[in-house]
Nanobody, 120 residues
Framework: QVQLVESGGGLVQAGGSLRLSCAAS????????MSWFRQGPGKEREFVAI????????YYADSVKGRFTVSRDNAKNTVHLQMNSLKPEDTAVYYC?????????????WGQGTQVTVSS
């Protein structure tokens, strides 16, 4: 089972920046991709970004494209989400997810979530 530990949330003014991190402990599993989701107040969880371990392709939701950047450290199974030009509508609990395989079984694991609050 993959365990994820997130860090880096907080309170920031509109236009500011925050950097989230997510570290994965895989044991025998192989990482396929790591992604970020968020859930704002009264909203459903939505996709933010994904980065694939093999090949390195990264995709972003239109709402964050050009403002958020995903980077990763493959050796440490860690992914970061650099969030710039933050807007009040970015306020949400941000969740890290890891897609991995082990003995032919694919699994998506979730982090505990970290709160990001953007004040206007």
């Amino acid at each position: 089972q993959v365990q994820l530990v997130e860090s880096g949330g907080g309170l920031v003014q509109a236009g500011g920046s925050l950097r989230l991190s997510c570290a994965a402990s895989l044991r025998t599993a192989v990482m396929v991709a790591m992604s970020w989701f968020r859930q704002g107040p009264g909203k459903e969880r939505e996709f933010v970004a994904i980065t694939h371990w093999s090949g390195g392709s990264t995709y972003y939701a239109d709402s964050v494209k050009g403002r958020f950047t995903v980077s990763r450290d493959n050796a440490k199974n860690t992914v970061h989400l650099q969030m710039n030009s933050l807007k009040p509508e970015d306020t949400a609990v941000y969740y890290c997810a890891a897609d991995s395989t082990s003995h032919g079984t694919s699994t998506r694991s979730w982090g505990q979530g970290t709160q990001v609050t953007v004040s206007s």
